[in-house]
């Protein structure tokens, strides 16, 4: 799980220091916790329950132009032309660009070794659908490491707090970007896109959560 690592988007932040790719590493916690915590990806078979709504499967081969933009600039709009993306890591040393730097594939190989950003719906507790991203790969397991975004017109509201402990305030400034109330949103469910070859993802959110410890902690 990716302790560190976390961005929030919108107009109150200052571009510059953003997150490199979400790492996946181990903590202390099982899957049972994680599960209690309500942070667990659903096993394979309920995933696959829930394939047949996946979101942009079709989109994923097709060539794309040079496109590049900061992962915390994806809109809406991008996401559907391209519900694939990757990180632009050979590429940090080009002028404007850093490790926030993503760039739309022109296809997805099923072996493809790096961190994915893929289109992503949400159903929150009262049925509202919300939309924006996470990122795949192949050790990415838990709300850590996958870090589900929402796109909002005021910016992405993400659910990982990294190390830090956020504030309540800083929580409910998060809820009201999404227009709702925290009744109202959670159980929050994610279920990404699924590039072929890639196994479904999906699981519950439960709330805002963040590391402390060595241990994961709902806020």
């Known amino acids: 799980m990716s302790q560190g690592r976390r961005h929030r988007s919108g107009p109150r932040r200052t571009p510059g220091a953003r997150p490199a790719p979400p790492a ?35 989109a994923f081969a097709g060539r794309a132009p040079r496109v590049r933009k900061q992962v915390y600039e994806l809109t809406l709009a991008d996401l559907e032309r391209y519900p694939a993306w990757e990180y632009a890591e050979d590429e940090e040393d080009v002028p404007g660009q850093d490790e926030a730097t993503v760039r739309p594939l022109e296809h997805v190989a099923p072996e493809h070794p790096g961190v994915l950003i893929v289109a992503c719906t949400f159903t929150a507790a009262d049925g509202t659908v919300l939309r924006g991203y996470c990122h795949r790969g192949p050790r990415l397991i838990d709300l850590g490491a996958i870090q589900p975004y929402v796109i909002t017109p005021f910016g992405h509201v993400g659910f990982w707090w990294g190390l830090r402990k956020p504030m309540q305030a800083e929580l409910r400034d998060e809820v009201e970007r999404l227009g709702t109330t925290a009744e109202r949103l959670f159980p929050l469910h994610y279920r990404a896109a699924a590039p ?24």
Not at 28 to 57: C, F, M, S, V, Y
Not at 206 to 213: E, P, Q
Request: proline share 10%; hydrophobic share 30%; net charge negative.
């Open 24 to 58: 996946a590493q181990e903590t202390r916690e099982t899957h049972e916790e994680r599960k209690d915590l309500g942070i667990a990806n659903d096993p394979p078979r309920e995933a696959a329950e829930r394939a047949h709504a996946a979101p942009g499967q079709e």
């Open 196 to 219: 072929p070859g890639f196994p479904e993802c999906s699981g519950p959110i439960a709330g805002f959560f963040y590391v402390a410890d060595g241990r994961v902690r709902k806020a």
